[in-house]
Structures are given as structure tokens and as C-alpha cells.
T-cell receptor, first 115, second 111 residues
Framework: NAGVTQTPKFQVLKTGQSMTLQCAQDMNHEYMSWYRQDPGMGLRLIHYSVGAGITDQGEVPNGYNVSRSTTEDFPLRLLSAAPSQTSVYFC??????????????FGPGTRLLVL | GQQVMQIPQYQHVQEGEDFTTYCNSSTTLSNIQWYKQRPGGHPVFLIQLVKSGEVKKQKRLTFQFGEAKKNSSLHITATQTTDVGTYFCAGHGGSQGNLIFGKGTKLSVKP
């Protein structure tokens, strides 16, 4: 049981490049989410999903796309990276589809630097 | 929209001193969760409070949920260097609302 896994751990991009941050969980959780963490800003919700085929926007969705084709995977896509997207990205999953009544299990994070 | 404020932003203590972080919501919460993030790590769930006035303890950590379910606190007695990290509260408004995280309190402990 690996929990929530994220790849890559570190990434450097140039402005305008695209990339996909991978997230997978093996706990059969319906709820998955992506957060970004910036100094002094806490954790801000980017996108979330309450099950395969269902996604919705969080607090800071601009510049990011997501899809949920399986229960296990929830990739986050940056279509055209900008320096403002330099951050640490965390994926999380929860057994509660509301996303707030049960433990959120976080992945180890991806540290992204956009030059 | 729902907001969760957390203070202080930073706290520096001498080992053995107590530490408290406070969390306030602009709206009534259905439940509140607390997480700890070690330096360079990811947030790890500590506890969830659901009932009005609830108090829960985990060894030297005491968690409280206010009577009005709009505020919460985490108190650490006799801090140790292993307590270093950032502590986040996260409030849930109920129904289909997502968790709203506070900005966290970064605790440093001087040995």
C-alpha cells in the first residue's frame, strides 16, 4: 500500500513549456485534489475530483487543467508554464467524497521552478 | 466565501515552553481538522474535531473546538525539537464544500 504517490519530485521549466504532474493513489478513494503551497499562503485548492469522470475548480484553477479517467490517477497539466506557477504542488486523496469529513492523505509533493 | 484565519504566522519558543496556535472561521464549521508539516515534508493529518466544545488530547497536544464551532486551537505542552514544523487547521463547512486551510503557524524550537 503506497498511499499517494507523485512524480516528478522536482522539475525546472522554462516559461511557456507544458508539463503534467502525475498523482496516483491505491486506497480506492473517490475524492482527489491538487493544492499549491506558496510561502505565507498556506495550501490553496487548484482542482478536485469526486470520482472518475468528474472534476471541478478550486480556489486557484487558472493555468491548470485536470482529468480523472480512473479512480487511481489524477494528473495536473500546466499548458503554458509561467513564473507565477513556481510552487510546491501537493496531491491529496480522501475516502470522503465531500473532501472534508475524513482524513486527507497527501502525496510527497512536486517542487516546480519556472524560469 | 468561507475563510479560515490562523494566528500567529510564526512562533519561536525555547524547548520546554508551551505553544498555542489559533484558528478562526468566518462561518460555522461542521468539522475542523489539524495537520502537521515537517520542514521539506508534506502535511500529515493529526486529528479531527466535530462536536461543539470538543476537546481531544494526543500526548502533549491538546485540541479544542469552540462552542460556536467557529474557532479552534492547538496547544502543545513542553515543546520538544521534534515538534518543529508548520501546523495547519482546515475547516469544513459541510455538504459538498471543500476543506479550507488556514495559512499555518510555523513553529521553531530552540534547544
Amino acid at each position: 500500500n503506497a498511499g499517494v504517490t507523485q512524480t516528478p519530485k522536482f522539475q525546472v521549466l522554462k516559461t511557456g513549456q507544458s508539463m503534467t504532474l502525475q498523482c496516483a493513489q491505491d486506497m480506492n478513494h473517490e475524492y482527489m485534489s491538487w493544492y499549491r503551497q506558496d510561502p505565507g499562503m498556506g495550501l490553496r485548492l487548484i482542482h478536485y475530483s469526486v470520482g472518475a469522470g468528474i472534476t471541478d475548480q478550486g480556489e486557484v484553477p487558472n493555468g491548470y487543467n485536470v482529468s480523472r479517467s480512473t479512480t487511481e490517477d489524477f494528473p495536473l497539466r500546466l499548458l503554458s508554464a509561467a513564473p507565477s506557477q513556481t510552487s510546491v504542488y501537493f496531491c491529496a486523496s480522501s475516502p470522503d467524497v465531500s473532501g472534508g469529513r475524513e482524513t486527507q492523505y497527501f502525496g510527497p509533493g512536486t517542487r516546480l521552478l519556472v524560469l | 466565501g468561507q475563510q479560515v484565519m490562523q494566528i500567529p504566522q510564526y512562533q519561536h519558543v525555547q524547548e520546554g515552553e508551551d505553544f498555542t496556535t489559533y484558528c478562526n472561521s468566518s462561518t460555522t464549521l461542521s468539522n475542523i481538522q489539524w495537520y502537521k508539516q515537517r520542514p521539506g515534508g508534506h502535511p500529515v493529518f493529526l486529528i479531527q474535531l466535530v462536536k461543539s466544545g470538543e476537546v481531544k488530547k494526543q500526548k502533549r497536544l491538546t485540541f479544542q473546538f469552540g462552542e460556536a464551532k467557529k474557532n479552534s486551537s492547538l496547544h502543545i505542552t513542553a515543546t520538544q525539537t521534534t515538534d518543529v514544523g508548520t501546523y495547519f487547521c482546515a475547516g469544513h463547512g459541510g455538504s459538498q464544500g471543500n476543506l479550507i486551510f488556514g495559512k499555518g503557524t510555523k513553529l521553531s524550537v530552540k534547544p
